[in-house]
């Protein structure tokens, strides 16, 4: 359906046949669930939000139903024909922070997998003919100043809230980046773009309405790199009269506004307002496997019988959408360095495994992390080098630098090999002329741009292990890769110092 076509408009193409549908004796019920990647205090279905959103899927999944976008829903509901998704489940995130996408490591509870890679694990566990229309909708914080000052009050302060991925899960056709507001309105803020008390969302205002939700859907579409249609979710579900009975339908169609999501606990039906569509949120409405059952139960969905034409269709679009998001892999898709506020728990075993000591009391911590690919094998990400720094007049002395031996062996052929490829003996000619403990010093200010930084913590990462390919490494055709060889002794220069 077009975008923009507003709510019970009817719809031009009409089969013949439906005029002489008899009318419909109950509604279609689709129920949209809600998940916050951010919402981990813990690593257990009740505490992490990543566990409860991996478990789920597969209880979706056992139970029948199929899991289609949020678009499509409201596609469907303004069109009135929402009983052709009976059956179907919705699926979002809120707040919009780097963990629904990448590998984050969490510095009380370690590293988290990403909310995008948890539903590609899912493909991979079973195939993409199980949910051809396997989608999941991140709801973000638009204003970058918003998400950066947030970032230090809500979170743990490590930059964690970027918009720079967006494009990238846009691209793998499994996530769309939707309007949780321009700035959320959150009470932290020192400032924001409405009046309304911090903590809610009650706007009455034409001007902050403007700039909360029309301006900040122009900038997502923008950034996200996909114009069109966007989906809006109000900030703590709080649904003012104005918004939702004035303002969106007002001005919604016309800013290519499509529909807006609040939290009232309720699967969407043929009556359901496409300003106030509802949904159920983990913690709130359920919190366990079995009460997510229920959850669908009380939602009163069941799933369709599908036969055998359906399931070749579904097949094959399955294949195509899978064919379609393929592109070259790069192992900056499976090792990225993020500077972490506490390393004790994220590195320490390794750091003391390396060192004999505790990770010190330094101003900063950089961990690696390696996100395993999608498929058979453990998925779970892990930390494998870490490196601390602290300033020393105009630049940062860096030291403590470790990496685990096991990880490369844990790693698929593939990436060993791009790995290889990086010149590894340049660094260590760098290296040997720098004081005990310093790997590496740079300018104290302004840092680096993480992508640059991931590269050389990496081909320092390489300096260590393996070094040149060596006869004895190179693998047996049947055997692990690379070998399972003790790595050479450390030198004295990687201590934990300077
Ligand atoms: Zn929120």
Same mark, same amino acid.
Not at 63 to 84: C, M, T
Not at 246 to 266: F, M, Q, T, V
């Given at each position: ?23 419909? $004796? ?8 809600t998940?916050h ?27 029948? !139903? ?28 809120d707040d ?22 948890? !539903? ?11 949910? #051809?229309?396997?989608? !999941?909708?991140?709801f973000a914080v638009v204003s970058?100043?918003a998400r950066?000052h947030l970032? *230090?009050t809500c ?24 309007n949780h507001s321009w700035d959320h309105n959150h009470e932290s803020l020192e400032t924001s773009a409405t009046t309304a008390a911090p903590g809610t969302f009650a706007i009455t205002s034409e001007t902050e309405a403007e700039v909360e939700i029309g301006?900040a ?15 809006f979710a109000y900030p703590y579900d709080d649904v003012s009269e104005f918004l939702s009975t004035s303002w969106l ?11 807006a999501y609040a939290g009232d606990s ?9 300003w106030r569509?509802p949904r159920?949120g983990?913690?709130r ?38 064919? /379609?998001?393929?592109?070259?892999? $790069? ?24 060192? /004999? ?17 999608? /498929?058979?094998?453990? $998925? ?41 490829? *990086? #010149?590894?003996? *340049? ?15 740079? $300018? ?25 390919? *060596? ?23 990687? /201590?934990?110092? #300077?």
């Amino acid at each position: 359906m077009p975008p923009g076509l507003s709510n019970g408009e009817i719809p031009k193409m009409r089969d013949a046949r439906d005029s002489f549908r008899p009318p419909m $004796t109950r509604s279609a019920r689709v129920p949209i669930l809600t998940w916050h990647a951010m919402g981990v205090s813990g690593n257990d279905y009740a505490t992490n939000d990543h566990v409860a959103f991996a478990r789920d899927l597969e209880a979706i999944h056992a139970a029948g !139903l199929r899991i289609v976008s949020l678009r499509r829903i409201a596609d469907a509901l303004i069109a009135g024909r929402l009983d052709k998704l009976e059956g179907c489940v919705g699926l979002s995130i809120d707040d919009g922070a780097d963990l629904d996408f990448h590998d984050v490591p969490q510095p009380a509870w370690g590293p988290q997998r990403g909310m995008l890679r948890v !539903l590609a694990d899912f493909r991979a566990r079973h195939g993409a003919d199980a949910q #051809p229309d396997l989608h !999941l909708t991140s709801f973000a914080v638009v204003s970058p100043q918003a998400r950066a000052h947030l970032d *230090r009050t809500c979170m743990a302060g490590c930059g964690w809230w970027n918009d720079d991925w967006w494009p990238a899960a846009e691209a793998t056709g499994l996530m769309s980046i939707e309007n949780h507001s321009w700035d959320h309105n959150h009470e932290s803020l020192e400032t924001s773009a409405t009046t309304a008390a911090p903590g809610t969302f009650a706007i009455t205002s034409e001007t902050e309405a403007e700039v909360e939700i029309g301006a900040a859907a122009r900038w997502l579409r923008q950034r996200r790199q996909r114009g069109g249609a966007v989906l809006f979710a109000y900030p703590y579900d709080d649904v003012s009269e104005f918004l939702s009975t004035s303002w969106l339908p007002r001005h919604g169609p016309a800013g290519e506004i499509l529909a807006a999501y609040a939290g009232d606990s309720a699967p969407v039906v043929r009556e359901s307002s496409r300003w106030r569509i509802p949904r159920y949120g983990f913690g709130r409405d359920w919190k366990s496997e079995s009460g997510l059952l229920d959850v669908l139960r009380d939602a009163g969905v069941a799933a369709r019988p599908r036969g055998r034409i359906f399931r070749m269709l579904a097949a094959a679009k399955g294949r195509l959408r899978a064919a /379609g998001v393929r592109r070259a892999r $790069t192992w900056s898709d499976h090792l990225r360095t993020w500077e972490v506020s506490d390393a004790r728990v994220l590195a320490g075993d390794l750091f003391r495994r390396s060192f /004999g000591q505790d990770v010190p009391d330094y101003p900063r911590h950089f961990v690696l992390v390696y996100s395993p690919e999608s /498929g058979p094998g453990s $998925t779970t990400p892990e930390v494998v080098a870490y490196c601390h720094q602290r300033a020393f007049e105009e630049v940062y002395l860096e030291g403590g630098m470790c990496a685990d031996a096991g990880a490369y062996r844990r790693m698929p052929r593939w990436l060993f090999e791009q790995a290889r490829a *990086r #010149p590894a003996h *340049r660094i260590r000619r760098h290296r040997q002329g720098t004081p005990d403990g310093v790997l590496a010093a740079r $300018t104290a200010r302004g840092g680096e741009a993480a992508p640059d930084r991931a590269r050389r913590f990496h081909r320092r990462l390489l300096a260590i292990f393996p070094r040149e390919p *060596r006869a004895a490494t190179r693998p047996s055709r049947r055997g692990s890769w690379p070998s399972t060889r003790a790595p050479r002794p450390r030198r004295q220069d990687r /201590g934990p110092g #300077p």
